[in-house]
């Protein structure tokens, strides 16, 4: 039994210990980035730590425009307010489509029938508008075309393609 209690007792001193330590890593982990929190300028390697991007995705955010950058000699700096600017922006909200909408949508798809005379190939628009295969199938994919199957090949309508491409 005196057995028993005294590895009961180190099981939980080391669990205490454990968790000290779980503790102490999470403060001194969180500690840089509180100090960059509260700094007004910060480098590229400073900004790619607190906002967790690479150097490349902040540098083309500059070449973009979306971030002003300052340069102090040969060192860019990145004024703190850019940086609340830019996370501050919001995309545009995409209305919401109902489920009745979505539904009323697929049916009106799977129910439009296109006269195949009035159809391209993918072969078709690759000749016609110079563009790769995969292009076109990105495009079809994208624009949610819909596609016929004639024999052994696919065939979208020309009204929709030729708006899309001219």
Known sequence: MDKCSKSAYKARKRAKNLKQSNAETTRIKQLPIEQLKAKEFL????????????????YRLIEQGDLKKIKVGSHTIIKR???????SNKEPEKPEISNQQMKDLKDWKQKRVFNMNDCYTLTEIQDKYGVSESTVRQLIKRNSIPKMKKSWCACVPKQIIDELLT
């Open 43 to 58: 480098s590229i390697s400073e900004l790619c730590q607190l906002v967790g991007n690479s150097r490349c995705t902040i």
């Open 81 to 87: 307010a850019a940086l609340n600017k830019l996370l």
